[in-house]
């Protein structure tokens, strides 16, 4: 039990089958008529402690416009169950506690409904948290969901499956795969799986198709980015927007050892698209055809899939809890406001970031002599 500011009781509803976590808390009699909003947690997703979020969350979250609920996921795949039921009673928003794995369960679920998606993130990546400048300190996270704006986005379908924030073949997808049986989590994981297995890849194949034309492309890397980054501010379609009603299609040709830490450098600095090793354009639809079935990724999830791959866009899907939009600022203070955003301590800079990625590379090459 707990006390508002004027003294009055409130509840907020804890779901889950665990015990100790089924808590209920006394609501005022004045909640008839406030927004349903429930926070879905994912329990196992990222290192930040959720324990300290909902307690920020039982302080923070606007009462005078919100009834809150918290319900726990308990296996893959319950979060989609949990925010399909909240969307069927009409609440007004379902907010993703976790990483993109999560925050991908329950949009899937509010696509072309009147529930919007809210993101509190505290994954490993947060690719679409930090598109839509969601920052990634919880106190923050809390204050755009009480401020209520709504944006509505685009998705992406690659073989029917939804996706928000990027996908593709390759590389990229084998190092998802790598990534995921780490164990550990993080973006040095990341560009240390990244740095390994792009000394050893092998480039594939690929025949295009992408509406109403064909091209024949030897790759490392297709992305397709309904967003502009992967996550951890990594841009592998820094131009994207995610209301143009296009994907961005990132396309990495063979490179040299020599190359990786431009590559990598241009990668966390906006500028991928600048580099001669890559070949960007646009479409609305794509089909990849490669010469076996093979691993895929989106959202940050890899996935086994056939040889023929089909990735399309579905216009203004997704409704979003957004931040307000930024005054009109300069770029190199843009990029400062966005840097302050990231609660991972190894980007507390470009700088800082850039010199790790170099750092590692040379350490990866090494190895090699």
């Known amino acids: 039990m707990c006390k508002n500011s004027d003294n009055s009781l409130f509840y907020i509803t804890f779901v889950d089958s665990k015990p100790n976590q089924n808590t209920r808390l006394k609501k005022p009699m004045s909640e008839t008529g406030k927004k349903k909003i ?53 609440y007004h928003a379902v907010v993703a506690i976790g990483g993109d794995g999560t925050i991908n369960e329950v949009a899937r679920s509010l696509v072309h409904t009147d529930t919007a998606l809210g993101i509190i993130p505290c994954g490993s990546g947060n690719g679409l948290a930090r598109h839509l400048r969601i920052p990634m300190e919880a106190r923050r996270a809390i204050e755009v969901i009480n401020g209520g704006l709504t944006d509505t986005i685009d998705y992406g379908l690659i073989n029917e499956r939804p996706f928000f924030c990027t996908c593709g073949v390759g590389l990229v997808a084998l190092v998802r795969l790598k990534f995921a049986l780490a164990g550990k989590r993080g973006p040095l994981t990341y560009i240390e799986k990244t740095l390994i297995e ?32 992967y996550g951890n501010n990594a841009y592998i379609a820094p131009q994207a927007t995610l209301n143009d009603g296009l994907l961005d299609i990132t396309i990495l040709e063979p490179f040299t050892l020599l190359e990786v830490p431009t590559l990598s450098f241009q990668l966390f600095n906006k500028t991928i698209d600048q580099n001669s090793r890559v070949k960007t354009f646009r479409c609305s639809s794509l089909t990849i055809h490669r010469r076996q079935d093979g691993v895929a990724h989106f959202d940050g999830d890899p996935v086994m899939m056939g040889a023929d791959i089909h990735v399309q866009l579905v216009r203004l899907g997704l409704k979003v809890i957004v931040p307000p939009e930024e005054p009109n600022t300069g770029v190199l203070q843009k990029a400062i406001s966005e840097l302050k955003q990231t609660g991972d301590s190894i980007v507390e800079d470009i700088a800082h970031t850039n010199k790790l990625i170099l750092d590692k590379s040379k350490e990866q090459i090494k190895k090699l002599f």
Do not use: W
């Not at 918290?70 to 009409?90: C, F, K, N, S």
């Not at 092998?202 to 297709?222: R, W």
């Open 198 to 229: 792009s000394l050893k890849y092998k480039p594939e194949t690929y025949d295009l198709e992408m509406d109403g034309n064909s091209a024949h492309y030897k790759a490392f890397v297709i992305a397709c980015g309904n967003a502009s980054q």
């Open 38 to 90: 429930a926070f879905v947690v994912n329990p196992i997703s990222g290192t930040e402690s959720k324990e300290q979020i909902l307690h920020l969350l039982d302080e923070r979250i606007d009462r005078r416009l919100y009834q809150p609920e918290v319900v726990y996921t308990e296996r893959p795949g319950h979060a989609v169950e949990i925010a399909a039921d909240r969307a069927r009673q009409g």
